[in-house]
């Protein structure tokens, strides 16, 4: 997507399964910078720094998605979320 709209920058792809990751980098671009790692880790998080800082950037959006998965009944995935705003 920021290829598209125009960007040049080196943008970081940052997942726990490496061979997911390197597929993904492969196909997209090769702008991206690979990084093996767990959002839930804070040392991998650390390491993510650290790779972006390398390459001379910042990052400026972090999305990230534990991927966990799990049903609850509605009312109590309610009540979890109203606790944790």
């Known amino acids: 997507m920021l290829r598209r709209n125009g960007s040049s ?3 970081p792809m940052f ?3 490496v061979d997911e990751l390197n597929t993904a ?6 702008n991206v910078i690979g990084v093996q790692g767990d959002v839930s880790n804070p040392e991998d998080l650390d390491r993510l720094y650290d790779t972006v800082k390398q390459h001379k950037r ?9 991927g966990v998965t799990g049903f609850l009944p ?5 009540r ?3 606790q944790h705003k």
């Open 9 to 11: 920058k080196k943008v």
């Open 25 to 30: 980098v492969n196909h997209i671009d090769k």
């Open 80 to 82: 979890f979320l109203n």
């Open 58 to 66: 910042r990052i400026d959006v972090l999305f990230t998605n534990s």
């Open 15 to 17: 997942l726990s399964q």
């Open 74 to 78: 509605l009312a109590l995935h309610q």
